[in-house]
């Protein structure tokens, strides 16, 4: 029960999407994943806690012991996080706060407890009916015939995901697990569903134009050929394990613009992430403790950005993450976090690597497909995002690693659960009356953080788009109202007034911007966002003495962003102030002597 409960869990989270919400994407997915796993830990506690020895051996209690610090750790950092509210949520569009990792955590210590060999099936079977409808909807997309239609923000299908990069590779995974389905003894309807799965997973990568989806296909397919390879001769594994190492590096140096394919394999985006990674190794080296606070990054990324970002990508480029998963946690929750959550992984992998070695054809067969499908994941972790779609698979797999590696022979375990079967009058009873109560008080727990947010998402989401007319002031009025009571439904999220901000200075209605505005302000003072739309309005009403204080400050939080200082110098001009203008004159200068606001700054 456990294990299909994780598997539907994973399958949901994959594709859950709430079209009501603002964010309909990150946001239901994580739902699922705090929802589900506080529900599951619930229906698992009692036994958990009375069969606690046999359940926990010495190196399940070492990765438990990992897993409670971790947690630990995170929400200690989570507390002292100016903007706590981000950081037991996640910043919208990302939804990776506190309670989202503690999710993860849960699953993984049920995962890492109670799957087996028998059971495993239930567990990828949720991952492939997941991967044929995530398919399914991307061929929808690519025909134009999907119920829901969406901006064409991105050149390709993004399916349920909401982004190309995402919906690449979670159909990397289907199409690992398909090929695997097909290639090892399953049922005729897992056969015939991984038959069906497979060309339009296939199609899914292709047509999401995600060059990482076509990488983790091959990471995982390499894995399993080399565990063939070697089932079958010793050499040749060694051999196609050599030549994997070296076509690997290969791929690693083109992904980086040198070798051989790197006209294949390097895109711009490479040269974007390295600008992130050196903005969270800044942020890291000045908070190496205790970083900038969860979900931070984007708040600090334009004060520890460095001049080549700048200069390369352009002033008004900006990121909420540092696109890799171990960088992003050390930069905004301390080294030690971080390192942490690269201990877990690397254990995973060696337990996992060593278990793969020891065991017999069946155990190999399916540790093969876990760290197949495990790795790839890892992969894309070092160059993108936590996204849950994805993510929520890792700690699932990584937990499945752990307990398939550290199980005796299946035959032992047969027997064990034999045995195991027969009623028990001494703890049977109770756990199983209590267990579904216990679930039921856990789900409530959980909504009672997670249901409001979810009302805020709905309303925030009307409000944003109620449209004006500039001959009838109360459409105004009555948008202004709405927003605020949106905002009132989750009043801790910075995130709110500073989109109202956003949506009212698209209407041009000039003083309510700057009341929204001042509403974030008062929650975040460092909100670099809402000081820029602060100056703007003052700007466009033609109010500069009053624009100049809050542009003063997008330049204190942005101090490389030379087309903020033009705006600066235009303010300065405006209310005569000669020396100020000279002196940010200099700055653009500094910063950039061929910056393309030099001509304008010269008309001033």
Known sequence: RITFGLALIGSLASLAIFTSIFDPFAAAK???????????????????????LSLFGKSQQIFLVLLLIFIGVFLARTVTTSDTNSAI????????????????????????????????????RGLLIAGF??????????????????????????????NPNFSGAFLSLATILSVWMLTNKSSSTDKWLAGVTLPLAIYGVYTSKALQGVISI????TLLILIKLFQTRKQFGVGALISAGVIGLVGVLGSLNIGPLASLLYKQSVAERGDMWRTALSMIKENPIWG??????????????????????????FSDNAHNVVLHLMATGGIFLGALYLAINIGVFVVGVKALKDSNIEKQ???????????????QNTISVDNPAVFVWSWILGGAIIAISLQ???????????????????????????????????????????????IAQHSFRFAFYLGTDVEQPETLK????????????????????????????????????????????DKDPSDWVSWWFMASAYEKAGDFAKAIPARLKTVELDPLNTAVLLELAKDQKAVGDLAGLAATKAKVLAINPNAPEIPALNSL
């Open 218 to 221: 091959f990471i995982g397919l």
């Open 133 to 162: 409808l995530g398919s399914f909807y991307s061929l929808l997309e690519k025909l134009g015939k999907n119920p829901w239609k969406m901006s064409q923000v991105y050149e390709g299908t993004s399916s349920l995901f909401g």
């Open 478 to 521: 009555n948008k202004e109202a709405a927003l605020i009571k949106a905002e009132n439904e989750d009043p801790g999220n910075v995130t709110w007034p500073r989109y109202s901000a956003n949506s009212l200075f698209i209407d041009q209605a000039w003083p309510e911007t700057v009341s929204a505005a001042q509403r974030a302000l």
């Open 30 to 52: 994580s739902f699922v994943i705090i929802t589900g796993a506080i529900a599951l830990m619930g229906y698992a506690l009692l036994d958990l806690v009375q069969n606690r």
């Open 292 to 317: 900038v606070g969860i979900e931070s990054y984007g708040t600090y990324f334009r004060q520890f950005r460095d001049l080549k970002q700048s200069l390369r990508a352009g002033p008004d480029v």
């Open 89 to 124: 949520y996640g910043v919208v569009g990302r939804s990776s706060g506190f309670l989202t990792y503690l999710g993860y955590v849960l699953i993984f210590l049920l995962s890492m407890v109670y799957v087996n060999l028998s059971n495993f099936r239930f567990l990828v």
């Open 365 to 379: 067969s399916i540790l093969g497909l876990s760290l197949a499908l495990w790795l790839p994941i890892q992969a």
């Open 408 to 454: 005796e022979k299946t035959q032992e375990i047969s027997k064990v659960e034999k045995k195991n079967s027969k009623p028990s009058k001494s703890t049977g009873s109770t756990t199983h009356a209590l267990a579904p109560v216990l679930t039921l008080l856990f789900v409530l727990v959980s909504f009672s953080f997670t249901i409001k947010p979810m």
